[in-house]
């Protein structure tokens, strides 16, 4: 079975420009995490999808950060325009849906995007 | 809120000495515990997790944490360690905000570990 992945794996932009970031789940999972990582800072939560719709979105730090879930499957995060802050290491996570809060988040490789 | 707190960002132990990596919690509710690790240039991976089952528990790779309310705790343990096991760990707690379904992770800072040959 797959795991999850993640696309590009590195990505090096200039402020102010465009990138979006892909996460495929494993097959049949519905839960769907993005989380970042800034550095030297902790893993922080970015939102949750259930399938298609956004569950949780508590997580995102402003407007400039745009994410999909077209058809329940891949997921995309855009970020427009990008700043400097936004430079870190961006992880998704997919699980079940169980209902049980123990199920486990299976994670990605991570995309390292560093905005110059 | 809950939240975890690893104490000491960097670890360094000899090869074949204990591993021992601190993980304390804050909830209001009994926690469910996860150690992730992450090695050079890869995801995270679950080490093991904490459901409210047996307080002991046994991971891959010869890892193993207990849970101790009264500490609060969920210490990481491996008896005896490798050079394999030079990597970054990151204990997990699941928090679960209003909303169904919606348990997202938070995280401590992650502890570094090195061994020694």
């Known amino acids: 079975e797959a795991g999850v992945t993640q696309f590009p794996s590195h990505s090096v932009i200039e402020k102010g420009q465009t990138v979006t970031l892909r996460c495929d789940p494993i097959?049949?999972?519905?839960?769907l995490y993005w989380y970042r990582r800034v550095m030297g800072k902790e893993i922080k939560f970015l939102l949750h999808f259930v399938k298609e719709s956004k569950q949780d979105e508590s997580g995102m730090p402003n407007n400039r950060f745009l994410a999909e879930r077209t058809g329940g499957t891949y997921s995309t995060l855009k970020v427009q325009p990008a700043e400097l802050e936004d430079s870190g290491v961006y992880f998704c996570?997919?699980?079940?849906?169980?209902?049980?809060?123990?199920?486990?988040?299976?994670f990605g490789p991570g995309t390292r995007l560093l905005v110059l | 809120a809950q939240s975890v707190t690893q104490l000491g960002s960097h670890v360094s132990v000899s090869e074949g000495a204990l591993v021992l990596l601190r993980c304390n919690y804050s909830?209001?509710?009994?926690?469910?515990l996860f150690w992730y690790v992450q090695y050079p240039n890869q995801g995270l991976q679950l080490l093991l997790k904490y459901t409210s089952a047996a307080t002991l528990v046994k991971g891959i790779n010869g890892f193993e944490a207990e849970f101790k309310k009264s500490e609060t705790s969920f210490h990481l343990t491996k008896p005896s360690a490798h050079m394999s096991d030079a990597a970054e760990y990151f204990c997990a707690v699941i928090t679960a905000p209003s909303g169904a379904g919606s348990y997202q992770l938070t995280f401590g800072k992650g502890t570094k570990l090195s061994v020694i040959p």
């Open positions: 909830s209001s509710v009994p926690p469910y």
């Open positions: 097959s049949g999972h519905d839960n």
């Open positions: 996570a997919s699980s079940r849906i169980t209902g049980n809060r123990g199920e486990t988040q299976y």
